[in-house]
């Protein structure tokens, strides 16, 4: 069975300071992706991965995937108040099944 | 704008009341989910349909079911809501199965259950 796994679940830092949130996962798959939940709000998906080496950005935010590692990372760089929020990554296993596996989010806080 | 939309936003129902609640697309994918999902935890995929065909979860209650009756509607009837029920319950569509194409997720429908 897909188990997902994030690190840090509690993330508070300082705008303008960089930290990574890490996403492990146990089975072989090559669909990784991450979404952002705001408070009370559905998910916006930010980025998809879909090969080893992938590395997508979109303004502050970097997201890589190793599948040898079954790992992937989402950076934050230079932290702006407006990214607090809640980030989930989900992996999709391979064998064509349809069923995300969700992390459990990371809270992320930007303080002033 | 192609989207996802869910109807009712909030829905406020009685123990063991049954309650349907809503999601139509305009994106025209042929997959569409229903996520549950409680406070402060990850979504919980319920069940998903490809086209007209029904894939239920393996844990998912007997107390949930599912309708879509064409392309652009799917519903979620919950047929007798426990308190452990109330939470917020997420419409997803895709293009492709199989694909690992992204889910589009509408904005939700919160339920309470009294």
Known sequence: ELKVEQNPLFLSMQEGKNYTIYCNYSTTSDRLYWYRQDPGKSLESLFVLLSNGAVKQEGRLMASLDTKARLSTLHITAAVHDLSATYFCAVLPQGGSEKLVFGKGTKLTVNP | ?114
């Not at chain 2, 989207?3 to 406020?12: A, D, K, T």
């Not at chain 2, 999902?37 to 998912?60: C, G, I, R, V, W």
């Open chain 2, 1 to 114: 704008d192609a989207m996802v939309i869910q109807n009712p936003r909030y829905q406020v129902t009685q123990f063991g009341k049954p309650v349907t609640l809503s999601c139509s697309q305009t994106l025209n994918h042929n997959v569409m989910y229903w996520y549950q999902q409680k406070s402060s935890q990850a979504p919980k995929l319920l069940f998903h349909y490809y086209d007209k065909d029904f894939n239920n979860e393996a844990d998912t209650p007997d107390n949930f079911q599912s309708r879509r009756p064409n392309t652009s509607f799917c519903f979620l009837d919950i047929r007798s809501p426990g308190l452990g029920d109330a939470a917020m319950y997420l419409c997803a569509t895709s293009r492709t199965p199989g694909q690992g194409e992204t889910q589009y997720f509408g904005p939700g429908t919160r339920l309470l259950v009294l």
